[in-house]
Structures are given as C-alpha cells and as structure tokens.
C-alpha cells in the first residue's frame, strides 16, 4: 500500500506547504523535509526560513528538516539514500536534483503548467503575460532534463480576466495538492505518458528589469501587472510603480501616456492601442499613494504626459 511508503518531501514556498499540509492530512508517511537555506530578506536582511520551514515550526510537527545549500554533496546524498525513500515528491524546491538522487528512488515533480507548455522558472507567471484562459499542474515523473519527464496526470484550472499572480499561485496550489493525493491513490496503476516535443516552450526566471513597462500596449501593460503584482511590480522608464490598475478597453488609437480623464480615485491614460485606469502609484523611496494625489503633486493635467 501507498500509505506505508517512505516519502521524502522537498519544496520551499507556500505553494509546497499547501501540497505538505495535504499529504499529511492524509496520513501519508513523509520521513523527512528538504527545503532551501534560511535567507536574509529586506531592507534589515533579517535571517527569514522559507514558508515551509515556518509551518513546521509553527505547527510543533516532528518531522526531520534539512536545509542543504546543495544536493551535489554526497554527504547529503547518502543522508537520503539512510532515509530509504520509496518516492521523492518535489514541489518548487529551488535546486536541480541532480542524477544521482534521481536513481535513488521514483521522483514526482508537481509543476505548475499543463506540460509541454511552460517548462522552467516562472510558469504561472507565463501564463498570465500570455493572457492564457486556463492553467494547471502537471505531475511527472523526474529525469535529469529541464520538466521534460513523463507525464502521471494533470489538473485545469480557469484563469479569469482579473486574476493576479497571487491568486493564481493559491489556486494552483490548492489544485496541486489535490493532484499529489490523487497521484498517490493510484500510482501503482498509472501509465506514464511522454510529453509531446512538438509543444515545448521555456519560460525563463523573472529578473527586475521584467517590470518595465510603457504605455504602447494597454492589454500587454495589464498583462504585465497581472503577472507581475507580487514581484518585481510593473513600473515606468521614470521609476514611478503602477501599484493598482484596471484595463479599461483595448481598441482605441491614442498618444501614448497621455492623461485622458481624472476620475475621483483614479486617471485614465491612453496607450496607443487601448486605454488603462491607474488608482495606486508609489514614487521611487516613497509609499505607495492614490494617483490623484500624486498627480495633483507634480500639477499634471488632462492632456499632459504621465509617463
């Protein structure tokens, strides 16, 4: 039976919790975690531990953590061959697991994509820059190639016109956590599939310098918040971050940056293809503010250039 195998758990960010917190409500045997180093965040660079390792700590759980700066060392490596894994579930760990833990036991990767589409770093994010209407999870069967293993099954969801990156990251965990469970009710009965090649695409880790925008495109600017809401934020040549924004339409030829209307809580500025409504902008060093306010400080009218 499934339920008495051995499992090795390793993921980092919340998306890996929800997919923890679901196999050991299910009385799952995890022998032990693998999550990323401790990492100093903020402008403080306070020593902060991954979400993961915050929910074990928090919930009292007596399972064994590790925190590896690699998995090349063959220290660790062996650490997990005394653990007798029957299976290694990873869920965006943060590290390439290199051959040598492959070939210890059976790895299951959950993906956040409908593989062969969106292999790499930054799928969710990929999705919404590509105004994709739907997303999933794909579990897979890991091999030393970039998400290129055979596929153990899949999960949908609906991407709606407003939703933002943080709300795709929860639904998509809730969808993989359910995923995992299913996976492991019948993996002795599963046939692997292999990916279509012909499909591949790659998406790249996202930088800074992702969140530059202009006022060209109003549906790929809204795409680019959606996508970006989280980090690294969307923002102007100027430094000025687009914080809250709405797509008004996207059909209409105007100057591009140029202030059309200037509603109570918010400004309508035309692209030159659509027009976008901003409500929440943050100055560079600044807080964030209501654009009303703000463009009543820099004493900018209907008919001058935002950008």
């Known amino acids: 039976m499934i339920e008495n ?14 997919i923890l917190k679901k196999i050991l409500e299910k009385k799952y045997n995890v022998v032990a975690l693998f999550t990323q180093p401790d990492k100093p965040i903020g402008r403080k660079q306070i020593l902060t531990p ?5 929910y074990i700590l928090e919930n009292n759980l007596s399972l064994p953590l590790y925190q590896p700066t690699t998995l090349k060392d063959e220290q660790i490596q062996q650490e997990i061959i005394e653990l007798k894994p029957d299976i290694i579930i ?13 070939n210890i036991s059976p790895c299951i990767n959950l993906h956040a ?15 919404l820059l590509n105004d994709d209407t739907f997303s999933g999870v794909t579990a ?20 709606d016109f407003d939703t933002v990156v943080s709300e795709l990251f929860d639904m998509l965990a809730v ?16 046939a692997p599939q292999k990916q279509n090649l012909s499909l591949v695409s790659i998406c790249k880790k996202i930088s800074k310098n992702d969140g530059l925008v202009s006022f060209e ?38 100057e591009n940056g140029k202030i059309l209307s200037i509603e109570k809580s918010s400004i309508i500025i035309g692209c030159t293809k659509g027009t976008i409504s901003i409500s929440s902008v943050q100055p560079s060093s600044k807080k964030q503010m209501n654009v009303v306010d703000y463009i009543r400080g820099k004493r900018l009218e209907i008919g001058d250039d935002f950008s």
């Open 5 to 18: 195998k051995r499992i090795v758990f390793m993921g980092t960010p919340e998306y890996a919790t929800v």
């Open 140 to 159: 897979m069967n890991m091999d030393v190639g970039l998400d290129s293993g055979d596929i153990l099954g899949y999960k949908y969801v609906k991407i």
């Open 50 to 54: 991954p979400h993961i390792k915050q």
């Open 90 to 102: 990873v869920a965006a760990y943060g590290q390439i697991l290199p051959k040598e833990i492959l």
């Open 217 to 254: 495109n109003a549906n790929n600017l809204y795409n680019k918040y959606r996508a970006f809401k989280s980090w690294p934020d969307i923002y102007l040549e100027s430094g000025l971050k687009i914080k809250e924004c709405t797509l008004s339409e996207t059909n209409s030829i105007n």
């Open 175 to 190: 969808c993989a956590a359910d995923l995992t469970v299913e996976i492991l009710e019948r993996l002795e009965s599963i």
């Open 113 to 127: 994509s409908l593989l062969p589409k969106y292999r790499g770093a930054s799928p969710i994010q990929q999705a």
